[in-house]
């Protein structure tokens, strides 16, 4: 016996019990213990039943995600499996918190399985770029159904105890897992139940045997959303080996696909999302145990484009929400909006009927920024201008209560100049959510120059709440996302003065997997707001102004960069800007030229990632994965490129650097030099991978 798993005896029932926190992870102590105590049980004479149950906040949740990529170390999953299949006495399962990925594979190879009514039992290997690799795409199957196993293998989501429990995946719902595995394994032994192995039982293969389209429409309805990803497809068509191939024959399938994935690049960039998210919430610079303050009541300034979706977001976590606006008609244009929202996705079965009245019920409306007196944390999203931003928050620091977390939603602003006009800057700092904000994950939080470390860790811990993924940056414009953004809007601004179309670097920046490119992008955003914006400091930019003179405003206007018809939100390429850029270069005197998708892919990239390094230089960002993590929850980087950092070391630093230097050259722009540290990293060979230093959590 280790540390991590025991066997006790009570009575007739051996109770084999892991305990290695924080998750129960199948680490190969966590494989060894299991399978010596399974031995040692199964080998008792007295033992009848054994109950395979764990300690701390959850079943298992996995294979040990730290040990991929390293040399495995025995014994392997598949011989733990094998001795509880084979057992000749029952086994049970007895689940609470999370079964996931190896967890759920290793109560499926057990003979009956019981859960506590809020577990949550899936298969989100997906997530990883990987699929279930210990028989989990062949026995969930004969368990539950292909259809919802295709939806809990393609997807990845968990189902709940009581889904679990009506499509057989469990047998009952327990009060505790252990003493409820007990009372269900002496039952077993009572009743002489059977002992059942998936391997064995076909049953809920057969309608899908007979008509494979159960199958293909499950698997097309589930991949739909998986554009550029490999996992879905191979979890997918290992599903589909169930259904086709005897049990043996299909695990080799899935062992074989396992193998192909978990050496893959997307499955090493989805493994470093996973640990970089988990890691960017732990904020450099805080005195260990710093408590986060209370958080019961939120007010939120300004109930326009996004301060309506910050309050849906905590409504959503059932956090009462006092919203306040200027006037009675801004208040009911606001509040009409997320209504509208709510039941557009209770229409769609998002949330369930009644929860659009529910959580509206969590949110007052009201006029008067005297009102935000009782809140805990007061979040501002009122109109992008200093002056405003400065009214709002000289207000709020004689209204808001002594100890409330002050938060501006600004998007570029200085946080230090907003804090200054406060007698209490240390309650200051920025919480910058993204549109839709009721929808983005990401939540940026600035830390501004005299920020308390446990308003900081106010902030951290109540996004993470609204079910948001925080990232701490510093202040400085644009803090991290929106600066980087902007090296890839001045570049693609040049390339089109150079010749390229807005079409072909769109297609080229959508294909590489980012959701949309930097023109169908600003025709979304509205490109009046820059021109105007450009206007004021007296600054050009020759296309977009033209475009603009033109009443080419994007979207709102039914045409931009493209043209938009019949109200679709489809860009359609239009010969009227190709004809406006060529008029636009010849009265400049420029020339264009033929630019290369290569080309324009290192210039839509690598200027951005020279940006992020200039960032890390001056301690804007702390670690490489938080940039990550910002532009995969912010900007919609493709998760199976791991973010910006991660695939500059995959692409490699020396390569980006050289290419950096010759554009500098060749388009006289001394920005895209390699910032000192890239150069720094190129020049040793180093990644930005080898920067990260651990940080403890809050
Ligand atoms: N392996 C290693 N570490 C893990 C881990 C895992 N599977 N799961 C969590 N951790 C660490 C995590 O990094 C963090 O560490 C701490 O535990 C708490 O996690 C063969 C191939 C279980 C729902 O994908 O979804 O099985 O930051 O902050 O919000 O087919 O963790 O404190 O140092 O997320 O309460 C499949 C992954 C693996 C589940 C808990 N399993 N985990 O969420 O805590 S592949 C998963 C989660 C597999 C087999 C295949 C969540 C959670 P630190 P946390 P949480
Ligand atoms: P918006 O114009 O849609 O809404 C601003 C709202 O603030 C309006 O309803 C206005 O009536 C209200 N308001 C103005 N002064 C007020 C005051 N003194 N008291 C109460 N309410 C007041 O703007 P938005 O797009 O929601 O942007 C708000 C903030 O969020 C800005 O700082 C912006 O930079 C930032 N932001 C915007 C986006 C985006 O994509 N729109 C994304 C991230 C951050």
Same mark, same amino acid.
């Not at 009570?10 to 102590?29: E, M």
């Not at 709510?342 to 949110?363: N, Q, S, V």
């Not at 309650?427 to 959510?433: A, I």
């Given at each position: ?354 929860? $659009? @009245?529910?959580? =509206?019920? #969590?949110?007052?409306? &009201?006029?008067?920024?005297?009102? !935000?007196? /009782? *809140? ?59 549109? $839709? @904000?009721?929808? =983005?994950? #990401?939540?940026?939080? &600035?830390?501004?120059?005299?920020? !308390?470390? /446990? *308003? ?243």
């Amino acid at each position: 016996m280790n540390d991590k798993v025991k066997l006790d005896r009570h009575g007739v029932i051996g109770v084999i019990t892991v305990n290695s926190p924080p998750v129960n992870a199948l680490s190969a102590a966590v494989r060894g213990g299991i399978l010596e105590c399974m031995k040692r049980a199964i080998a008792d004479p007295e033992v009848k039943a054994i109950v395979l149950t764990c300690g701390g906040r959850t079943f298992i949740a996995g294979a040990d995600i730290t040990e991929f990529g390293k040399s495995p170390k025995s014994p392997d999953l598949d011989e733990v499996l094998t001795v509880i299949e084979n057992s000749p006495k029952p086994i049970i399962a007895a689940i609470h918190g999370t079964a996931l990925g190896g967890g759920l594979e290793v109560a499926l190879a057990c003979h009956y399985r019981v859960a506590t009514k809020d577990a949550k039992l899936g298969l989100p290997e997906v997530k990883l770029g990987l699929l279930p690799g210990a028989g989990g795409t062949q026995r969930l199957p004969r368990a539950v159904g292909p259809e919802l196993a295709v939806k809990m293998i393609v997807g990845g989501d968990p189902i709940s105890a009581e889904v679990a429990l009506k499509n057989g995946l469990i047998e009952e719902i327990v009060e505790g897992p252990a003493a409820g595995g007990e009372s269900f394994a002496r039952k077993v032994l009572d009743e002489k139940r059977p002992l059942r192995r998936l391997r064995d039982d076909d049953h809920k293969l057969q309608a899908a045997k007979a008509d494979r389209s159960i199958f293909t429409n499950a698997v097309a309805s589930m991949t739909k959303k998986s554009r550029g990803l490999e996992a879905p497809f191979a979890a997918a068509d290992a599903v589909g080996c169930a259904i086709d191939l005897p049990f043996d024959e299909g695990l080799g399938k899935e062992r074989e696909a396992f193998l192909k994935l978990v050496s893959s690049d997307q499955s090493k960039a989805q493994r470093h999302a996973f640990f970089a998210e988990r890691e960017a919430a732990k904020v450099s610079g805080i005195p260990e145990g710093t408590k986060p303050r209370n958080v019961d009541r939120v007010a939120i300034i300004g109930a326009g484009t996004m301060g309506g979706g910050i309050a849906m977001s905590f409504a959503n976590a059932g956090i009462p929400v006092t919203l306040i606006e200027t006037g009675a008609e801004q208040l009911k244009r606001g509040m009409g909006v997320m209504q509208k929202n709510y039941e557009a996705t209770a229409a769609r079965g998002g949330i369930a009927a009644d929860a $659009p @009245a529910k959580r =509206m019920a #969590l949110i007052t409306g &009201v006029v008067g920024l005297e009102n !935000a007196r /009782d *809140a805990d944390l007061v979040i501002e999203a009122v109109f992008e201008t200093m002056a405003v931003k400065k009214e709002v928050f000289t207000a709020l620091d004689k209204f808001a209560k002594p100890g409330a977390v002050l938060a501006s939603n600004t998007s570029y602003l200085n946080i230090d100049e907003i804090a200054k006009v406060t007698n209490r800057p240390q309650d200051v700092l920025g919480m910058h959510f993204f549109s $839709p @904000a009721n929808v =983005m994950k #990401l939540c940026e939080i &600035v830390r501004a120059a005299k920020t !308390a470390p /446990d *308003a900081l860790a106010t902030a951290v811990s109540i996004a993470r709440k609204i079910a948001k993924v925080p990232a701490v940056v510093g202040v400085c414009d644009g803090f991290v996302g929106n600066r980087m953004l902007a090296q890839r809007i001045q570049e693609s601004d040049k390339l089109l003065f150079e010749g390229a179309l807005p079409q072909q670097v769109d297609a080229v920046v959508t294909k590489f997997g980012m959701p949309m490119g930097p023109f169908a992008m600003g025709d979304l955003a509205g490109l009046d707001i820059g021109w105007r914006s450009r206007k004021d400091r007296g600054i050009k930019s020759e296309i977009e102004d033209a475009l603009c003179e033109a009443g080419r405003f994007g979207q709102k206007t039914g045409k931009g960069y493209y043209k938009y018809e019949g109200g679709s939100r489809a860009p359609i390429p239009d010969p009227e800007v190709e004809k406006l850029i060529d008029e636009t270069l010849t009265r400049l005197g420029r020339k264009g030229r033929a630019i290369s998708d290569e080309e324009i892919l290192e210039r839509m990239m690598y200027p951005m990632i020279n940006e992020g390094a200039r960032i890390l230089q001056e301690g804007i960002a702390t670690r490489p994965g938080d940039i990550d993590v910002i532009w995969l929850y912010g900007y919609g980087w493709p998760i199976y490129r791991g973010g910006p950092m991660f695939y500059a070391d995959q692409v490699g630093l020396k390569h980006i650097a050289d290419r950096l230097a010759y554009y500098a050259k060749e388009t006289g722009d001394p920005s895209l030099e390699p910032a000192p540290l890239l150069g720094r990293l190129a020049a040793e060979g180093g990644s930005f991978a080898s920067l990260t230093r651990p940080v403890k959590a809050v």
